[in-house]
C-alpha cells in the first residue's frame, strides 16, 4: 500500500489550501483516516480524524477553520485549511488504517511521505 499526498505549498496567512490523500494497491477497505502536522523541532500532531461512517474529529486549534473529508470511491482523504496562519506551517501527513483483504483479521497503519504547508505572515 502507497498513501501519495499532495497539495502543500506557500500560502499567505489568511489563505487557503487542500491537500489530498490517496492510497494504493492491496486495498480491501479504509477505517480511519487522519491528518497530523510536524513543524521543525515539534512532535508530530493528530489535526482530524474520518470515520468510515463520516465522524470527524479536530483539534481545537484548527476548529471551524479546517474540514476533512473522504471519497471512499476513490479512496482519497482531503483537507481544506481556510484562514491560514504561520502557525500552521508545518510538513503535513496522512495516515490511514486499511484491511488488506476479506480475510484480514485487523487493518494496518500507514503513512504517507508528507506534503509541506508555508504560511506567511
Known amino acids: 500500500v502507497q498513501l501519495q499526498a499532495s497539495g502543500g505549498g506557500l500560502v499567505q496567512a489568511g489563505g487557503s489550501l487542500r491537500l489530498s490523500c490517496v492510497a494504493s494497491?492491496?486495498?480491501?477497505?479504509?477505517?480511519?483516516m487522519r491528518w497530523y502536522r510536524q513543524a521543525p523541532g515539534n512532535q508530530r500532531e493528530l489535526v482530524a480524524t474520518?470515520?468510515?461512517?463520516?465522524?470527524?474529529n479536530y483539534a481545537d486549534s484548527v476548529k471551524v477553520r479546517f474540514t476533512i473529508s473522504r471519497d471512499n470511491a476513490k479512496n482519497t482523504v482531503y483537507l481544506q485549511m481556510n484562514s491560514l496562519k504561520p502557525d500552521d506551517t508545518s510538513v503535513y501527513y496522512c495516515?490511514?488504517?486499511?484491511?488488506?483483504?476479506?480475510?484480514?483479521?485487523?487493518?494496518?497503519?500507514?503513512w504517507g511521505k508528507g506534503t509541506k504547508v508555508t504560511v506567511s505572515s
Open positions: 495516515n490511514v488504517d486499511i484491511r488488506p483483504s476479506r480475510s484480514a483479521k485487523v487493518d494496518m497503519n500507514y
Open positions: 494497491g492491496r486495498i480491501f477497505s479504509i477505517n480511519n
Open positions: 474520518i470515520s468510515s461512517g463520516g465522524s470527524t
